[in-house]
């Protein structure tokens, strides 16, 4: 898997966007980016992904930069339920199978 | 509903009772997998199977078992429990190795083991 580099924590107030970024210079073409986030000991969820181009769900959006070195996951109206460990990972074509969690940034929506 | 089934919830054990922890999916996803989660050391996989009677070592596969007799289950076998496993473990599943659509976790098993 390519390196993702993540600040550890992050805050936001309720209401107002929260923009999460992720470096991963070493991200190859055809690699993907992926976004998950675990609420308090829950099974980690799917949040988006993308290769190239931005993505909306109805979750959240993922903002990928030109050079596909970094990318953004904007929540555009965080709630206390969206506090949760946001992981951003990029599966290697070359390591098929294996997905590794980094230590993701703690995101906390205050009031 | 889509979704992938742990059970048990919870488990206390003792040291050395042989021990299965089950994971199915209704998806019919080729991929799944297994991580524990500790603090801060985060998830780490422990195995996965990239389709029936294909599986392969993760990082941390030392003390497991799991095999792959058809697409929907993928147990998890502890032959001899020990203390340094206990932890939170996670089956996830999905249509690809790589992630497809994403993959989906279990709700989790936390494990105690004395």
């Known amino acids: 898997d390519a390196k993702t580099t993540q600040p550890p924590s992050m805050d936001c107030a309720e209401g107002r966007a929260a923009n999460l970024p992720c470096n991963h210079s070493t991200i190859s073409g055809n690699e993907y980016v992926y976004w998950y986030r675990q609420i308090h000991s829950q099974g980690p969820q799917y949040i988006i992904h993308?290769?190239?181009n931005n993505e909306t769900n109805e979750m959240a959006s993922l903002i990928i930069t030109e050079d596909r070195k970094s990318s953004t996951l904007i929540l555009p109206h965080a709630t206390l339920r969206d506090t949760a460990v946001y992981y951003c990972?990029?599966?290697?074509?070359?390591?098929?199978?294996?997905?590794?969690f980094g230590q993701g940034t703690i995101l906390t929506v205050h009031p | 509903e889509a979704q992938v089934t742990q059970n048990p919830r919870y488990l206390i054990t003792v040291t050395g009772k042989k021990l299965t922890v089950t994971c199915s999916q209704n998806?019919?996803?080729?991929?799944m997998s297994w991580y524990r989660q500790d603090p801060g050391l985060g998830l780490r996989q422990i195995y996965y199977s990239m389709n029936v009677e294909v599986t392969d070592k993760g990082d941390v596969p030392e003390g497991y078992k799991v095999s792959r007799k058809e697409k929907r289950n993928f147990p998890l076998i502890l032959e001899s429990p020990s203390p340094n496993q206990t932890s939170l473990y996670f089956c996830?599943?999905?249509?690809?190795?790589?992630?497809?659509?994403?993959?989906?976790f279990g709700s989790g098993t936390r494990l105690t083991v004395v």
């Open positions: 998806m019919n996803h080729e991929y």
């Open positions: 996830a599943s999905s249509s690809s190795g790589t992630g497809g659509e994403g993959y989906t």
């Open positions: 993308g290769l190239k």
């Open positions: 990972i990029v599966p290697g074509g070359t390591s098929y199978g294996k997905l590794t």
